[in-house]
């Protein structure tokens, strides 16, 4: 038995505390990261701190709730299920590939609500400065409003060739430097995303 001497008292209490310090190393490095004072009177943790901890919460809580449905947690459990298949162990791995999709998803949707009320002659716009390294001027894209307003000369009535054109650069498609027009690498991924999409047909205006 002398062999486990060492086990008395003091040396049980301490293969304790060496383990809960394992088990729980987290949790008590965040604590002490809030402790502002130690006194006979107990621990001061900083309340700034644990407000900010609980708004962390709370806007996880708002962002999980403003999305919903019995279907979007079936579709959470088949993404899931798909990570898991695929053998994703490292959690930064797989937060890394989840933004990139979710990156990929977000800018579909912007392509598509783009698409749904851009006109045909911006469209041609596009194409024309995709090939057009050195720009083009004011008067250069002009030929494109005039075509269209003649063929569709209700829809133009209201719409000036300065609107017309600034709607372009206001979605960032199209950027202005030095006098001159240039498309973005925004546009050249959404004229990509057309073809992609099968939805590079004619269409009004």
Do not use: C
Not at 16 to 35: K, P, Q, Y
Not at 177 to 200: C, E, M, N, S
Request: proline share 2%; charged share 20%.
């Amino acid at each position: 038995m002398e062999h486990f001497a060492w086990l008395a008292w003091p040396g049980v209490v301490l293969i304790v505390i060496i383990i809960f310090l394992f088990l729980f190393r987290r949790d008590m490095s965040a604590l002490l990261g809030r402790i502002q004072k130690i006194s006979r009177n107990g621990i001061q943790v900083s309340s700034s701190q644990i407000q900010k901890a609980t708004d962390q919460k709370s806007s996880a809580e708002e962002l999980m709730r403003a999305f919903d449905s019995i279907t979007l947690r079936e579709q959470e459990k088949s993404i899931k299920k798909d990570l898991e298949n695929k053998g994703l162990s490292s959690q930064q791995e797989t937060i890394d590939i989840l933004v990139r999709h979710l990156a990929a998803t977000q800018m579909a949707l912007r392509f598509e609500f783009i698409n749904k009320i851009i006109w045909g002659s911006q469209v041609a716009i596009l194409v024309n400065l995709n090939s057009k390294p050195l720009g083009e001027t004011f008067e250069m894209l002009r030929p494109f409003y005039q075509e269209a307003s003649k063929i569709y000369p209700e829809a133009f009535t209201n719409y000036t060739f300065d609107q017309y054109l600034n709607y372009l650069v206001s979605a960032n498609l199209v950027i202005l430097k030095g006098g001159k027009y240039f498309i973005t690498t925004l546009g050249r991924d959404f004229l990509g995303y057309l073809v992609a999409t099968g939805q590079t047909g004619i269409r009004p205006f």
